[in-house]
Nanobody
Framework: QVQLVESGGGMLQVGDSVKLSCTAS????????MGWFRQSPGKEREFVAT????????YYQDSVKGRFTISRDNPKNTVYLQMNNLKPEDTAVYYC???????????????????WGQGTQVSVST
């Protein structure tokens, strides 16, 4: 059973930067595609970013391109999301997810992921 635990969220101001972390246990992290998603109250979960197993390919939602960076450290079983120039629209619960097995790139649909973390809240105020 794979467990994912996110950390790093908090209360931020417009223009701030923060780095989220997600650490995995109980699986073979080095073979997983990893993704970040976010969800606001009353809205469906939406794709943010994804990274392939060896970290050589990344893909982002248009609204975060140039501001967010996804990366991973396989020996530490950890994936990161660096978030720069935060906007109020970035306010959401951020979830990391893992897919065990290959799939057509980019893996941007939530239904393609097998394991999910509990989420970490990011609040961006004016």
């Amino acid at each position: 059973q794979v467990q994912l635990v996110e950390s790093g969220g908090g209360m931020l101001q417009v223009g701030d930067s923060v780095k989220l972390s997600c650490t995995a246990s109980g699986g073979r992290f080095g073979y997983y595609v990893m993704g970040w998603f976010r969800q606001s109250p009353g809205k469906e979960r939406e794709f943010v970013a994804t990274i392939n197993a060896n970290g050589f390919r990344t893909y982002y939602q248009d609204s975060v391109k140039g501001r967010f960076t996804i990366s991973r450290d396989n020996p530490k079983n950890t994936v990161y999301l660096q978030m720069n120039n935060l906007k109020p629209e970035d306010t959401a619960v951020y979830y990391c997810a893992a897919r065990d097995g290959t799939y057509t790139w980019p893996v941007s649909r939530a239904s393609r992921y097998d394991y999910w973390g509990q989420g970490t809240q990011v609040s961006v105020s004016t």
